[in-house]
């Protein structure tokens, strides 16, 4: 299959939102046939219109603070650092949510380079320069992959460094990629694990990481960080796109706020122009606002997360005894207001690798109370545990919920640990044994790597430590395709063994939005919600 033809069928590869809604990203199979590739240099148009002026500032909130803006020690989803990961450091190449495509950044091109899917060609644009002055180019990307690969680093990226055999900087532009084996979604796992290059020479002036003195070539420098409040950023003057009055705004600010409706709230007042909301209440509450709102559908969601390292959970008795006693309908009425989804599984039912007849089993409470009465030999074996969830009201409010529900089962002892998201990351989204059960958020837009990070036995964000050959051997089929209907059947399989060993429960589909005051212009959703800083501005 040509690079071309791969590219033609980017559209079919992630989920489709059901319905219009404000300043809606719309996804769609028919536009697979206009979908332009990485190679292609035009951007898509941002969500949000209006010529953007010159200057000014924005504020933007998230729900934690930075766990470090070192891009090898922190996650690069929505609520966390991928925004800031944006304004640091620009971006190799990025997903686009409206066609599925990955589309160019600081790259020109990222394409198989070969008859096979295991060798790839990576070029960047000429005259790009870090902000110390370093050049950006073949050898600077070299050393940031390189680097993600030693396991003395420690990088959060590790595993998907993992996949490259060998790099080749075959002249300062361009880097040749040797993958271990065939992968024809190689560049969906670059835009969303190796798309964040910082200074070489930063680093190796710095061998325990610039976690607090970021140098990157993106549209922004950090200026001043005050530790769980908020981090102040400045134009880059030696910004790739200056030439072109890119970035619009002088000064960025992020600030923390744990608390998505307040987030929301502080738009609206004008305190804050702009939050991600991953709530689908609060997403409905800033449309009842008329404020801006930029939707994504995505795979994922919010689900029960099992670690299948420690007990009570390494059993599965006590796994789907948990998932029994719960229905996914309910709690999205009784904490999403019914405005969010209930999930039928891993895969958004409007995904074109799902199958919603595969739905997991729950809400049976007689079977619930059967399995507890064995796993628990008639309560007289308590089964306790501790169900980890990172700091965000919402989430403790279904936290509560649960921990009331189970409870009322004989023997049944589970308590609610809050924690911050920095916290959260290194011990949950880590992968430790300290946590037994725990919120789980996972915001996908192609199943690639997502679904194989998740679930694939050798995986390193696989924090559940599942394993079962049927699905490795099914995620391993997928990520060699880029065919819809092979790609359909092989997580056709994944479905129905992971409904059988319940490494988790979804109960709510993935959303994420863009919430922000009407006068805030050139909104572009990246990945899985992360905002393109280069485009974005004030109309006044």
């Not at 536009?31 to 941002?46: E, H, I, Q, V």
Request: charged fraction near 20%; hydrophobic fraction near 40%; charge should be neutral.
């Amino acid at each position: 299959m040509t690079r071309t033809s791969l590219l033609s069928l980017r559209s079919t590869r992630h989920p489709r939102p059901r319905r219009r809604i404000a300043v809606l990203v719309v996804a769609t199979a028919l536009a697979a046939t206009a979908l332009a590739g990485c190679g292609d240099d035009d951007k898509s148009k941002p969500s949000a219109a209006g010529t953007p002026k010159q200057g000014g500032s924005l504020t933007m909130s998230l729900p934690g603070d930075s766990t470090s803006l070192d891009p090898f020690s922190t996650s690069y989803v929505n609520v966390a650092d991928g925004s800031r990961m944006s304004a640091l450091y620009d971006s190799l190449v990025w997903a686009d949510p409206s066609t599925g495509s990955i589309r160019p950044q600081i790259a020109e091109s990222l394409a198989i380079n070969g008859p096979k899917a295991d060798t790839w060609r990576l070029k960047i644009r000429p005259n790009v320069k870090f902000s110390d002055g370093t050049v950006f180019d073949a050898e600077a990307v070299r050393f940031n992959w390189d680097r993600h690969k030693d396991p003395k680093v420690g990088s959060f990226q590790r595993g998907a460094a993992s996949v490259i055999l060998s790099l080749t900087v075959s002249d300062p532009l361009t880097l040749d990629i040797k993958l271990v084996s065939e992968n024809a979604n190689f560049d969906h796992l670059v835009t969303r694990n190796l798309a964040y290059i910082a200074s070489p020479t930063a680093l190796r002036a710095s061998p325990t990481g610039i976690g607090d003195k970021p140098v990157g070539a993106g549209p922004y420098k950090l200026v001043k960080w005050e530790r769980g409040v908020k981090q102040s950023f400045t134009r880059n003057p030696d910004y790739w796109q200056l030439e072109k009055g890119l970035p619009h705004l002088d000064n960025l600010t992020i600030t923390v706020d744990t608390d998505v409706n307040h987030s929301v709230s502080a738009v609206d007042e004008g305190k804050t122009d702009l939050t991600v909301a991953v709530d689908p209440l609060a997403t409905a509450q800033a449309e009842e606002k008329k404020l801006g709102v930029t939707r994504i559908g995505l795979n994922g969601g919010q689900m029960v997360v099992f670690n299948l390292n420690v007990a009570p959970f390494k059993d599965l008795r006590a796994r789907r005894a948990f998932v029994y006693a719960f229905d996914g309908i309910d709690i999205n009425q009784k904490f999403f207001g019914g405005k969010g989804t209930p999930a039928k599984g891993i895969f958004a039912a409007s995904s074109p690798v799902a199958n919603i007849q595969l739905a997991a089993s729950e809400n049976d409470p007689k079977r619930a109370k059967e399995l507890f009465e064995d796993v628990t030999a008639g309560g007289t074996k308590p089964l306790k545990f501790t169900y980890w969830v990172p700091q965000a009201p919402a989430s403790i409010r279904v936290a509560e919920y649960m921990k009331q529900v189970l409870n009322t089962y004989p023997g049944v002892q589970m308590e609610v640990k809050v924690v911050d998201i920095a916290t959260y990351v290194r011990t949950v989204r880590g992968g430790t044994t300290e946590w037994a059960a725990a919120l789980g958020q996972q915001w996908i837009d192609d199943p690639e790597p997502g679904i194989y990070d998740l679930l694939h036995s050798k995986s390193m964000p696989n924090n559940s430590s599942y394993e079962n050959a049927a699905v490795d051997a099914a995620l391993e089929d997928a990520r060699r395709t880029t065919d819809p209907a092979q790609r359909r059947d092989a997580y056709t399989r994944v479905q129905l063994q992971v409904n059988k060993d319940m490494p988790f429960w979804v109960y709510q589909e993935a959303v994420t939005a863009a919430v922000y005051n009407p006068r805030i212009t050139g909104i572009q959703l990246a990945n899985d919600g992360v905002v393109l800083w280069d485009r974005i501005g004030t109309t006044g």
